[in-house]
């Protein structure tokens, strides 16, 4: 049965621990990050972006997909299933589709205007015990044909949102969604540290972690980020198993044309990268 994020990642936080929200794309992705949290006993966050969610045809069925691979795989470890960077309305379509956690992303409206709709959806949010997570500041790269350059965010913002009642919050601090530049200039750790300060117990959220050095994510961690989103690497491990196996002509030996035995090296990259970050986030063990 899927869960609300909010209590995983409270528990996090208080372990000094990170939960990995990880962005499901089809089948395949949803049954390796399952199979993978399992096998681990870990804590995870099936991430849904609203594009994903129209590739996937609807919020519908990707709510009928994972509930029927929770029950008939039997997964036991706690899965939220989140919208991730949802529009208003996105949002209000995934409650009511069944998602158990929603992100809205309203950090492209002036900030009263963000308080306002954060408001409104944390009072909806909190009737059916589904989890909320807003944001504050852009996050840099691109998101769904939205570029952003990493800024920080302003942490006195993040406190007037996180004051509305939310459950974790994500906020700018240089960090950038897809591939890092050779320019990039790091995490802003100060900025972070502002916000924790300013934010407390509330689990905080660091968007596009694909790429990030391991020690900066073990410091974002120890500053009190929780919940860390991985999408972009996944797919390159997919794509690059993928690849390979094409390239070696295998799917021209025998039934090796067969999606099941085209997709499988992708699937069991996928499943690689999963557990790799659980490992640096120190999920492993804690479900």
């Not at 840099?140 to 993040?158: F, L, N, T």
């Not at 509305?164 to 530049?181: C, E, Q, V």
Request: glycine residues 12%; negative net charge.
């Amino acid at each position: 049965m899927l869960v609300s994020a909010a209590e995983m990642l409270k528990k996090a936080k208080a372990g000094h621990y990170a939960v990995g929200q990880f962005n499901i794309n089809n089948l395949e992705w949803t049954k390796a990050v399952l199979l993978t949290a399992q096998e681990n006993n870990s804590p995870v966050i099936l991430g849904v972006s609203e594009g994903a969610g129209k590739y996937m045809a609807g919020y519908k069925t990707v709510v009928g997909m994972v509930n029927g691979m929770l029950e008939e795989l039997n997964i036991t470890v706690p899965v939220a299933l989140h919208l991730d960077h949802g529009s208003y309305d996105a949002c209000y379509k995934c409650i009511e589709a069944g998602f158990s956690s929603i992100m809205f992303d309203g950090s492209h409206y002036p900030i009263e205007e963000n308080i306002e709709k954060t408001k409104e959806l944390v009072k909806v949010c909190g009737e059916k015990g589904i989890s909320l997570e807003a944001e504050v500041g852009s996050i840099g790269g691109e998101e769904d044909g939205v570029i952003g350059m990493g800024e920080c965010a302003d942490p006195k913002e993040c406190k007037a949102i996180a004051d509305l009642g939310i459950d974790f919050l994500a906020a700018g601090i240089g960090n950038i969604h897809g591939k890092y530049p050779e320019n990039w200039a790091g995490l802003s750790f100060e900025t972070l540290d502002a916000i924790q300060q300013l934010t407390g117990e509330m689990p905080l959220v660091l968007h596009g972690g694909t790429g990030i050095p391991t020690d900066m994510i073990k410091k974002a961690i120890d500053l009190g980020v929780s919940k860390i989103n991985v999408n972009t690497e996944c797919q390159l491990s997919f794509a690059a198993a993928t690849r390979k196996y094409v390239e070696e002509g295998k799917d021209q030996q025998g039934k090796g044309y067969d999606p099941r035995k085209l997709l499988a090296p992708g699937f069991e990259a996928i499943k690689e990268t999963v557990k790799e970050k659980m490992e640096i986030f120190g999920s492993i063990g804690k479900a």
